[in-house]
């Protein structure tokens, strides 16, 4: 008995040894993650003492000496002789901070998320494939091998993240790696295409065609070009009205015949208004420097890692500043000593469906221009964890992939089934040229040369220089198609319906030196209806680029400080029309009205008339739409932009929409919408924050968070941070979305150009590092860090805390 009492806790201790040091299925070895020699304590970062240090380290494939320089933030300064050890020290230090976060977005943008979480992510990895992102990627990657400055920049990235990653041992694995239990890979330039083409699958994917072809059938054409007009009642474009045009149009492709998809219905991703972007630039004689300054704050999903990079990059012919996406050579958002650029989205519609008529259950062949055509098979295998390998099969026409046949259920993000898609993001491109030309330019001439290379996601591209241009030109590569092609689903055996070649770059929207002294872009439609060419029916809303516009025009001796000021306005331009609109319909004793009237249009943190406006706004467009354009599973539809909701309350107060079609032996009057949901919006706010009082700020309805890449990840994550703005507010920050990257820069004619940026995370990757989240307070409180531009390693600065040398090995 004794001998069992001394061996069962020893059996008991090896037994849950074995267990904590194992993986089961898809749950990590937690014994391995607690370890304090292997686990997540050895990723804590030991903090910066202040003094200055000196560092070496040897790294394969180096053909000279690197030089770097951090300074106070964690931002690499790198110092190279040639491009290769430019671009191959580029790669080892960003892998160095965000190597997880790199791999994680290339998995993802690869359909390869199941490797790691097992088949839960098998459905999300076929939508990835089946869209054709990898497919995309391998086509890009092509044209990007084609230039041989990319080329080099591509394969020098990928030996630098490389190098990085054969330094690791288990033991000082990124903390995500020991959460999820895996190991990293050996880095390929093919990854740094697909994270490109991630972009387009973020910026460049959403799809309201099917949407729209089902509000088509139900009420026809009258209605549906009525509802969802072709370009808002109120608008101020990109493209100022009235600038000239310094081009011959090309011919327009004749009309296709009319298809209104009736093949069967399913949800289709929409667009997200949120995911957006400003940008402008003011020329000198608006500047108290008379010197040109350009701004830009990118809005995409918050997250930690933060999605940005910054870094400097000097070389022999290259002096570049600003910030780039772990995953990708070069800067993509910056400024060099003659020029600086930055970029916002365009939302053009560059991707439509085509019903397929197969020949037979074989899907081998498809019915096109009055004949059968053979369809290309794609074999996507799935390697999933813990258990067996899936593969699929892929068909394509000449139109590109068939995501979901006729039989199938799509995936959550809901593509209409059988019909094949036509998306520019499957193009062969040379995006990395663009802006490997972009950190080397210094004039006007130089920046349209490299913006001839790019193809998509299409962006607005901003410039400025120190001869004083300043320019915007809404580029990418451009579908030559009919008025309204692509609006709705198309018929895939017509060849009328097909993308007729591509709008001649030349040709693309432009505008340089206007006589308003300022460009800008937010998002919203590129031109006013005189442009010949069709770009797409429906863009962010217009208030954003109103209130900039405004604002800009206004606007004279200009500082980077006004202009920080106006990335942070919260003024909130849609009240302005509508509110009054609205309390003329409303008859309320409670308090909130009064609050209401009282607010001052600011969407500021602490404001509770912008909590009531906004949610007051959203209930309305469900009772007045929702009746007639519930978006159900069966026959889902769009419900009408708020700009044409403002027309109906200003001009139609006895439309027929104002009517819930749902109650019986009731007609609802325009007055009976607009009250009952004001007064339902309030019975929301008291169910979720209590009584009328200071819960009810903004920031507390609005919960902005900058959440970790891994869902559910609070632990890691930044939540409930007090800010303003709003989706339609310049300051355009919601509760999963904002400006990620802030920055400003002055140009100078002879001196250092003035630059200053902020983004809401921190340079490292790493939990452990005082430098993950160590931005976000600052840019919560709309301010900016100065940025540290130098010319040579041995420059000093107060602001250098750590210098590096890579040596050859």
Same mark, same amino acid.
């Given at each position: 008995m004794n001998l069992v009492k001394k061996v069962f806790p020893l059996l008991i201790t090896l037994c849950v040894t074995y267990v904590l040091s194992n993986s089961w299925g898809t749950i990590p070895p937690f014994g391995k993650f607690l370890s304090p020699f292997h686990g997540f304590w050895v990723n804590a970062e030991a903090p910066e003492t202040g003094e200055p240090t000196d560092e070496n380290l040897q790294i394969p494939g180096l053909q000279k000496p690197v030089k770097v320089v951090y300074d106070e933030m964690g931002i690499p300064h790198i110092f190279a002789e040639n491009d290769h050890d430019l671009y191959l020290a580029q790669g080892y230090l960003t892998a160095k901070d965000r190597l997880?976060?790199?791999?994680?977005?290339?998995?993802?943008?690869?359909?390869?998320?199941?490797?790691?979480?097992?088949?839960?992510?098998?459905?999300?990895?076929?939508?990835?494939?089946?869209?054709?992102?990898?497919?995309?990627?391998?086509?890009?990657?092509?044209?990007?091998?084609?230039?041989?400055?990319?080329?080099?920049?591509?394969?020098?990235?990928?030996?630098?993240?490389?190098?990085?990653?054969?330094?690791?041992?288990?033991?000082?694995?990124?903390? !995500?790696?020991?959460?999820? $239990? +895996?190991?990293? =890979?050996?880095?390929?330039? /093919?990854? %740094?295409?697909?994270?490109?083409?991630?972009?387009?699958?973020?910026?460049?994917?959403?799809?309201?065609?099917?949407?729209?072809?089902?509000?088509?059938?139900?009420?026809?054409?009258?209605?549906? !070009?009525?509802?969802?007009? $072709? +370009?808002?009642? =109120?608008?101020?474009?990109? /493209?100022? %009205?009235?600038?000239?045009?310094?081009?011959?149009?090309?011919?327009?492709?004749?009309?296709?015949?009319?298809?209104?998809?009736?093949?069967?219905?399913?949800?289709?991703?929409?667009?997200?208004?949120?995911?957006?972007?400003? $940008?402008?630039?003011?020329?000198?004689?608006?500047?108290?420097?008379?010197?040109?300054?350009?701004?830009?704050?990118?809005?995409?999903?918050?997250?930690?890692?933060?999605?940005?990079?910054?870094?400097?990059?000097?070389?022999?012919?290259?002096?570049?500043?600003?910030?780039?996406?772990?995953?990708?050579?070069?800067?993509?958002?910056?400024?060099?000593?003659?020029?600086?650029?930055?970029?916002?989205?365009?939302?053009?519609?560059?991707?439509?469906?085509?019903?397929?008529?197969?020949?037979?259950?074989?899907?081998?062949?498809?019915?096109?221009?009055?004949?059968?055509?053979?369809?290309?098979?794609?074999?996507?295998?799935?390697?999933?964890?813990?258990?067996?390998?899936?593969?699929?099969?892929?068909?394509?026409?000449?139109?590109?992939p068939v995501v979901y046949l006729s039989h199938e259920k799509a995936f959550k993000s809901n593509i209409p089934v059988g019909h094949a898609l036509r998306w520019i993001a499957h193009e062969k491109s040379q995006e990395l040229t663009t802006f490997y030309k972009l950190n080397r330019a210094k004039n006007y001439a130089d920046y349209t040369e490299a913006l001839t290379y790019y193809s998509a996601p299409a962006q607005n591209f901003v410039f400025a220089s120190n001869e004083g241009d300043i320019a915007l030109w809404v580029n990418g590569k451009f579908p030559l198609k009919s008025k309204l092609q692509g609006k709705y689903l198309m018929d895939g055996t017509d060849p009328a319906a097909d993308w007729q070649g591509f709008i001649p770059q030349a040709h693309n929207p432009h505008v340089k030196n206007p006589v308003r002294g300022f460009v800008s872009s937010a998002n919203q439609f590129s031109t006013d209806p005189a442009y010949p060419y069709y770009l797409g029916w429906q863009y962010a809303p217009s208030e954003r680029g109103r209130r900039i516009n405004e604002r800009l025009a206004a606007m004279s001796k200009i500082t980077v400080d006004s202009l920080r000021g106006l990335q942070n306005d919260n003024y909130n331009i849609r009240a302005r029309k509508l509110l009054p609109l609205l309390l003329a319909q409303v008859d309320s004793k409670d308090k909130a009205l009064d609050e209401l009237k009282r607010w001052n249009l600011q969407n500021s943190a602490e404001s509770v008339g912008a909590t009531i406006f906004e949610t007051w706004v959203l209930t309305l467009q469900s009772f007045l739409w929702d009746d007639e354009f519930d978006s159900d599973e069966k026959v889902p539809m769009n419900r009408p932009a708020m700009d044409r909701t403002i027309h109906l309350v200003e001009h139609e107060g006895a439309a027929r929409w104002w009517d819930?079609?749902?109650?019986?032996?009731?007609?609802?009057?325009?007055?009976?919408?607009?009250?009952?949901?004001?007064?339902?919006?309030?019975?929301?706010?008291?169910?979720?924050?209590?009584?009328?009082?200071?819960?009810?700020a903004w920031h507390k309805q609005k919960e902005t968070g900058v959440r970790h890449l891994i869902p559910g990840m609070d632990a890691l994550s930044r939540l409930h941070i007090p800010v303003g703005g709003g989706g339609s507010i310049v300051n355009a920050t919601t509760t999963r979305t904002g400006p990620s990257w802030r920055f400003i820069v002055e140009l100078s004619k002879k001196g250092t150009p003035k630059g200053f940026g902020i983004y809401p995370g921190g340079q490292s990757g790493n939990p452990g590092s005082a430098h993950y989240d160590d931005l976000i307070d600052t840019w919560a409180k709309g301010e900016l860090k100065p940025l540290l531009y130098l010319d040579q390693p041995t420059q000093s600065s107060n602001r250098i805390r750590k210098k590096l040398t890579l040596s050859v090995q």
């Open positions: 997880w976060q790199m791999e994680f977005q290339t998995h993802f943008a690869g359909g390869r998320i199941s490797e790691i979480v097992g088949d839960k992510g098998l459905a999300s990895d076929q939508f990835q494939r089946r869209m054709g992102s990898v497919y995309g990627a391998e086509q890009s990657f092509e044209g990007m091998k084609a230039d041989p400055q990319a080329k080099v920049a591509l394969e020098a990235y990928s030996d630098g993240v490389n190098a990085y990653i054969n330094s690791l041992d288990e033991r000082n694995l990124p903390l !995500e790696y020991k959460l999820l $239990n +895996y190991s990293p =890979e050996p880095w390929s330039p /093919i990854k %740094s295409a697909l994270f490109l083409k991630n972009m387009s699958f973020v910026l460049a994917s959403g799809t309201d065609d099917l949407k729209m072809t089902n509000i088509l059938r139900q009420y026809g054409r009258e209605v549906a !070009e009525d509802l969802f007009p $072709n +370009y808002p009642f =109120e608008e101020s474009p990109i /493209i100022p %009205s009235g600038s000239p045009i310094d081009f011959k149009p090309v011919p327009i492709p004749a009309s296709p015949k009319d298809f209104m998809g009736l093949g069967s219905a399913m949800k289709t991703p929409e667009k997200d208004p949120n995911i957006g972007s400003n $940008n402008w630039a003011v020329s000198g004689n608006k500047t108290v420097s008379g010197m040109p300054i350009l701004a830009n704050d990118p809005h995409l999903t918050l997250s930690l890692p933060s999605i940005w990079y910054q870094v400097q990059l000097v070389a022999p012919g290259v002096n570049v500043y600003g910030s780039t996406m772990p995953g990708t050579p070069n800067v993509i958002t910056g400024f060099n000593k003659d020029i600086a650029w930055g970029v916002t989205n365009v939302g053009s519609d560059v991707l439509d469906w085509y019903q397929v008529k197969f020949k037979d259950a074989s899907k081998l062949e498809y019915w096109h221009g009055g004949q059968w055509k053979k369809t290309k098979l794609r074999i996507e295998t799935f390697k999933i964890k813990g258990k067996k390998d899936f593969v699929d099969t892929v068909f394509f026409t000449h139109h590109g819930n079609v749902k109650t019986k032996n009731k007609k609802e009057t325009m007055r009976d919408i607009i009250s009952g949901s004001f007064q339902a919006a309030l019975d929301t706010l008291k169910k979720h924050h209590g009584p009328l009082g200071a819960e009810w």
